[in-house]
């Protein structure tokens, strides 16, 4: 890339509906891109059929990928489901797995669903105020459980990177699931234990 910010530089993060004034890139994904990633694949099909669906945005302020540079941005997740299971990101390892990210909720009501390459699975709430910190090999994938928006900011090494394939291909341990209008954690019958793939 052109490196047009090689001085001190501010951005600005535009409020209701949160945008930033000046990114470099604009990452919008559609239903379509989540083929396999919803546990019901009938209404996955059938939502797809009406609408190819817009679940979340991401803004992001470009930098050399190199370490010593950060990555910094919003990511958007809008409200909604897919049968009883809600609007979500791909979620993804970083390919660089010993990086770690900061997210910082602004907005809306959700969860940050986490795990590693050997198993161990966390879940936190993002709440507006809400910083997580999530540690270096620790995949990571937000869930909008709210009826607005869920709006974060993110910050991560630049060099890290992104490993979408091992979640596209076994999915998290666990989902989020819609129950009597409550979000609960399910074990996602997809999953397979690391040492049986
Ligand atoms: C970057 C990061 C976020 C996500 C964004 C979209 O490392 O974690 O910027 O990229 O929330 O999620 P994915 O990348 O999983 O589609
Ligand atoms: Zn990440």
Redesign the pocket.
């Known amino acids: 890339m052109t490196l047009t910010r090689n001085r001190p530089f501010i951005y600005r993060i535009t409020m209701a509906p949160e945008t930033l004034a000046d990114f470099d890139n604009h990452?919008v994904?559609r239903l379509s891109s989540m083929q396999g990633q919803y546990h019901d694949q009938e209404a996955y099909a059938a939502m797809l059929a009406r609408e190819d669906t817009l679940l979340?945005e991401?803004y992001?302020i470009v930098r050399p990928e190199v370490p010593g540079e950060m990555?910094t941005?919003l990511?958007i997740?809008h409200p909604g489901r897919v049968g009883d299971e809600y609007f979500m990101?791909?979620?993804?390892f970083?390919a660089v797995p010993d990086t770690a990210?900061i997210?910082y909720c602004m907005r809306g009501q959700g969860y940050m669903l986490m795990e590693t390459p050997d198993g161990d699975w966390d879940i936190q709430d993002l709440l507006p105020g809400n910083v997580l910190y999530?540690p270096p090999y620790w995949a990571?994938?937000?869930i909008n459980t709210g009826t607005t928006d869920l709006v974060?900011y993110?910050a991560?090494p630049a060099h890290?990177g992104?490993d979408?394939g091992t979640?596209e291909q076994y999915g998290y341990r666990k989902l989020v699931l819609e129950r009597d209008g409550q979000p609960v954690v399910v074990d996602n019958p997809r999953w397979l234990p690391p040492d049986q793939r």
């Open positions: 990452i994904r979340y991401v992001e990555m941005g990511s997740v990101t791909k979620g993804h970083h990210e997210y999530i990571h994938r937000s974060t993110f991560y890290a992104h979408y979640i």
